[in-house]
């Protein structure tokens, strides 16, 4: 425990000096090896809470990762050091997410003011919900100064770190006027800014109208959120992008919605972080001996369902 927490220890301080192969062997153990995450973090975190965080979200091929690759073009030029976190919560074994993400986001990889990694849910369950802040704060912590995050799915769980970024865009499709419809309260409520990519497709216009009605019940919380049109593809409209996160930064900048934003994030953290402990001791627990008699007990209607269920928890 010494040797790890020393170790770790030593890590964490390469990164704090800026050091990428520090950084990147950060994340991989923040992802495959518990043991660590709290010393790693622990020597962290006295260096987060500078980074700007933008959330990118959208349905499966939206072009969430052409726009990311788009994005960091544009902000080589503006000389804007900038990571990238791509997450991936399906199944790495139906998605060759990883692969893929490298190759739209390739020319600006190259960069040294450019950082892209790729984190795929491991294939025993559990998500990225709580990886997903850990990651964050080692890439603040390591000096990045704007962090992208992209994800998929709008609203699909009260963990998502993502809809607590600084500043969270949704992508989407023309020809999305339905899903529009199906998800709009979620959308509403998580979007800052909404990019109609693939806008070279038919019915941008009628995506458009329908988010601006949407939109029309009133500025959200003094922010009007803007509709932009991308062609990820062939790097159009997001010049305009950056712009409109650059003004939403200025706007919370302003009306002091920016610490409301980052508290929100270490509380969906914190909560990420007990859920998946709580998961881990409760299949402990469940996999006792012991539990076996307790099953045959309620089978056989010698203890209620609840009294079942106390007596597990009282084992968490
Ligand atoms: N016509 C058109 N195609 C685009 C545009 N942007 C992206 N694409 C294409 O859409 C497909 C999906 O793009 P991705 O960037 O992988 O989408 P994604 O949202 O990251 O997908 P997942 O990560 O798998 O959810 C690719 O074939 C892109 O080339 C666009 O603006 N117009
Ligand atoms: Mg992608």
Known sequence: MTT??????????RLVAGERAA???VLTRLERDPAAIAVLDAAIAPHTGRAYTVGITGAPGAGKSTLVGALLDEALRADRRTAVLALDPRSPLTHGAILGDRM??????????????????????????ATTPLAVRALDAAGWPWILI???????????????????????????????????????EVADVFVINKADRDGAAVLRYDLERLLAAGPKGG????????VASERRGTGELWAAIDAHRQFQEGSGALPLRRQRFS???????????????LAAA???????????AVERGERSLPEASAAVLSRL
């Open 4 to 13: 790890l927490g020393t170790d770790a220890g030593a890590l964490a301080l």
């Open 23 to 25: 950084l990147a062997r």
């Open 104 to 129: 739209r986001m390739e020319s600006a990889t190259a960069d040294p003011r450019v950082f892209v990694r790729s984190m795929t849910a491991d294939p025993h369950g559990g998500g990225l919900s």
């Open 150 to 188: 992209e994800t998929v799915g709008v609203g699909q769980s009260e963990l998502d770190v993502v809809e607590a970024a600084a500043t969270t865009i949704v992508v989407l499709n023309p020809g999305w006027g339905d899903e529009v419809q199906a998800v709009k309260a979620g959308l509403l």
């Open 223 to 230: 922010w009007r959120v803007p509709v932009l049109d991308t």
């Open 267 to 281: 509380a969906l953290a914190i909560r990420a972080l007990v859920d998946r402990e709580l998961r881990v001791r």
């Open 286 to 296: 469940l996999s006792e001996p012991s539990i076996a008699a307790l099953v045959a």
